[in-house]
């Protein structure tokens, strides 16, 4: 079992900043891919970034050279650094982890205002 908790979420204006953190707890070991998706109301949850145990990344074309996703030294905790935020990156972000079981966090709101 994989247990994820989300932070970081808030309002901001388009334009700026914000830094979302995700910290897994119980089997980390297991864990092959950490990542972020996000659900905007009436749409499907989307993939934003992903980032693999051997350190490769993935991105969504819609936030390519503005959102950037870590792992923490520990490598238990994934950051998605989010600039140039728009409008249309308003959604509930869903940290993910995958160790051939899919776990979830509970979501972390991000609104960006225009």
């Known amino acids: 079992q994989v247990q994820l908790v989300e932070s970081g979420g808030g309002l901001v204006q388009a334009g700026g900043s914000l830094r979302l953190s995700c910290a897994a707890s119980?089997?980390?070991?297991?864990?092959?891919?950490m990542g972020w998706y996000r659900q905007a109301p009436g749409k499907q949850r989307e993939l934003v970034a992903t980032?693999?145990?051997?350190?490769?990344?993935n991105y969504a074309d819609s936030v390519k050279g503005r959102f950037t996703i870590s792992r923490g030294n520990a490598k238990n905790t994934v950051y998605l650094q989010m600039n140039s935020l728009k409008p249309e990156d308003t959604a509930v972000y869903y940290c993910?982890?995958?160790?051939?079981?899919?776990?979830w966090g509970q979501g972390t709101q991000v609104t960006v205002s225009s």
């Open positions: 993910n982890a995958f160790s051939g079981y899919t776990y």
């Open positions: 980032f693999t145990r051997g350190g490769s990344t």
């Open positions: 119980g089997s980390i070991f297991s864990i092959n891919v």
